[in-house]
Nanobody, 115 residues
Framework: QVQLVESGGGLVQPGGSLRLSCAAS????????MGWYRQVPGKERELVAD???????HYADSVKGRFTISRDNAENTVSLQMNSLKPEDTAVYYC?????????WGQGTQVTVSS
């Protein structure tokens, strides 16, 4: 079965950095597009960044130039390097894959940006 397990969240001061990782299993990772989403209470989940199987990337305007998504097909992992973090980046971050027309999500990891 498809499993996505996020790690790397935590508390960081404004201007700091965090790296999130997502370990994937149960599907053919190398041919799958992967995404990172985030959600705050009371708001819809929003796309942060995604990466195609060929390595092509797309970012939300709010994180362009600060976040970098990458993948390691040998390790079946997708990562999100987050720099210059702002309080408005505070959210639960989720890893996502669309597999056989079904959306799968990890359990989420909390990122809190606060002084």
């Amino acid at each position: 079965q498809v499993q996505l397990v996020e790690s790397g969240g935590g508390l960081v001061q404004p201007g700091g950095s965090l790296r999130l990782s997502c370990a994937a299993s149960g599907f053919t990772f190398s041919t799958s597009a992967m995404g990172w989403y985030r959600q705050v209470p009371g708001k819809e989940r929003e796309l942060v960044a995604d990466i195609a199987s060929n390595g092509g990337t797309h970012y939300a305007d709010s994180v362009k130039g600060r976040f970098t998504i990458s993948r390691d097909n040998a390790e079946n992992t997708v990562s999100l390097q987050m720099n210059s973090l702002k309080p408005e980046d505070t959210a639960v971050y989720y890893c996502n894959v669309l597999n056989r027309n079904v959306d799968y999500w990890g359990q989420g990891t909390q990122v809190t940006v606060s002084s």
